[in-house]
């Protein structure tokens, strides 16, 4: 399974940015798939998911309203629009996969067993 995650960048305070992740190796259809995050000097943190059918979205409280996630499922991808973004923001933004998620668990980064090596987005202010 291989994940490659782009469109990372240098954005200034209020722009749009969108991240884009490829699967390989995979059937994708059949997986659940996550977009976390990593600021300097923290620990990962959830940003958003989308169960397999895309039926079921979750987003952290702090994207709520600005960032989007979608797949396209004949692509293999999934997508993740951030919007009005904040220097809060700033992180490498991983993408994850699991093909045995439950609801519960999609907001936990242990319950995605492929990841991605993630894209960096600064936003200055």
């Known amino acids: 399974v291989q994940l490659q995650a782009s469109g990372g960048g240098l954005v200034q305070a209020g722009d749009s940015l969108r991240l884009s992740c490829a699967a390989s190796?995979?059937?994708?259809?059949?997986?659940?798939m996550a977009w976390f995050r990593q600021a300097p000097g923290k620990e990962r943190e959830f940003v958003a998911a989308?169960?397999?059918?895309?039926?079921?979205?979750r987003y952290a409280d702090s994207v709520k309203g600005r960032f989007a996630i979608t797949r396209d499922n004949s692509k293999s991808t999934v997508d993740l629009q951030m919007n009005s973004l904040k220097p809060e923001d700033t992180a490498v933004y991983y993408c994850?996969?699991?093909?045995?998620?439950?609801?519960?668990?999609?907001?936990?980064?242990?319950?995605?067993?492929?990841w991605g090596r993630g894209t960096l987005v600064t936003v200055s202010s």
């Open positions: 994850a996969a699991s093909r045995t998620i439950i609801s519960s668990s999609m907001t936990t980064d242990q319950a995605y067993a492929h």
């Open positions: 190796g995979l059937s994708f259809r059949e997986y659940s």
């Open positions: 989308i169960k397999r059918g895309g039926s079921s979205i």
